[in-house]
């Protein structure tokens, strides 16, 4: 599940003890069971609340299997529900931190801080077998800072009887898409949902698709000319009010699109199995489109990467614990990728064995991302998206696009320049 949306409203509580740290509630944990009355060390896992059925009993039962196969070492799944970074932040200031912890668009700061562990002796031989993009995405001064659990694919879903009998063909431009959006509303519903806020992903996919970056070489680069043009056309999805707004979930759950409130949504590869259920083969999958012709059509690539508490105390056998999930376990990982919603195995060879994603739509949303695919850079962390949101937010209300932009990017670096303090 893609990472920076965990909201309490969508993952749920399960259920569960309930775990303290530092006085306040942090979420549910498991007893580690199995062959752990002899073990000599006692793993706390962290997890992010997914709300795809049975995602917390299958984290519990690859953590039981584990405990089973290393009788001195048991594992304890936290399962956290709710703002799941805030609480993750300030519990690693803590003695209550966690030994082994997923974030969701991985920050390089955590490296720089001496938070998270390299992981370079984990990969061994099977390095070549990850993906390009997931290694560098956890390459942080030449060593591996994390293994990348999943690859989340975020794209545009649409209702292909919807536009059909609007005589609209799906969108290719961002003209295109405002036209289409705007096409498709009527009294009864918009066009497009994007979000609650009517802002979501659509910035940065907005400086991407037309040619420009959010930052590079560690430099803001998303207030460029392109950037300006882009992220001030967004106002006009506001200005024709063809964009659904505070709906009963965000734009991560597709219960907008299924329950056919809206024709076009963004939404994640996760969703699929449930869209296709309710939907059958009415719909269709689109990149975000181009800007303009010789822009750059987007699929955002987010997912989980698994770390290690490098200030823990168990740091080893937390290691330990990560190479047997996360890089000997094949059959599990590909269990973990498709039997819980759809998201992409990051080792090339499970990837190719996930049967699942190899067919219909699913395919085609593989290959689309494989071709478009975008991750945010790994200094892209809460505090620069957003300001960058906000600013979006700001033009999208008639603000003046260049200068607010301008003036977001000196805060903006600030803000990353402070990421190797």
Known sequence: MSAHRTHLSRRGFLGGSV?????????????????????????????????????????????????????????????????????????????????????????????????????????????????????????????????KMIDDLMLLYYRKSVLAEAGITPPTTFDALVAAAKALTTKKGKGLFVGNDGIGDTPALAVLSNGGALVTGGKVAFASVQGVEAVSALKRLHDDKSLLLGFTTDWWDPSAFTQNVVPMQWCGLWAMPAIQKELGDDFGVLPWPAFKRGGSPVVKVGGWTSCVNAKGKNVEAAKKFVKWLWVEQTDLQKDWSESYGFHV?????????????????????????????????????????????????????????????????????????????
């Open 19 to 147: 775990m303290i740290v530092g006085g306040a509630v942090v979420g549910c944990s498991t007893d580690p069971t199995g062959s752990s009355s002899g073990a000599k060390t006692t793993l706390n896992v962290w997890s992010h609340a997914y709300g795809e059925a049975g995602t917390q009993q299958a984290l519990t039962r690859y953590a039981n299997e584990f405990t089973k196969a290393h009788s001195d070492i048991a594992v304890k799944v936290t399962w956290v529900p709710g703002d799941y970074t805030s609480k993750l932040n300030a519990t690693l200031l803590t003695e209550g931190a966690p030994d082994i912890f997923e974030v969701g668009d991985f920050n390089a700061a955590m490296a720089w801080r001496g938070q998270i562990a390299p992981l370079d002796d984990l990969y061994g031989s099977v390095k070549a077998d990850f993906n390009r993009a997931a290694v560098d995405y956890v390459t942080v001064d030449g060593k591996l800072h994390g293994v």
């Open 345 to 421: 195995p990051p080792r090339k060879s499970v990837a190719a064995a996930a049967n699942k994603l190899a067919q219909g739509t699913a395919k085609e949303t593989v290959e689309l991302a494989a071709k478009y695919g975008r991750s945010n850079p790994n200094t892209w962390d809460t505090a620069v998206s957003t300001l960058f949101n906000a600013a979006a937010t700001k033009i999208a209300g008639g603000g003046n696009a260049a200068k607010i932009l301008a003036d977001v990017a000196k805060k903006a670096q600030t803000e990353i320049d402070k990421q190797h303090d």
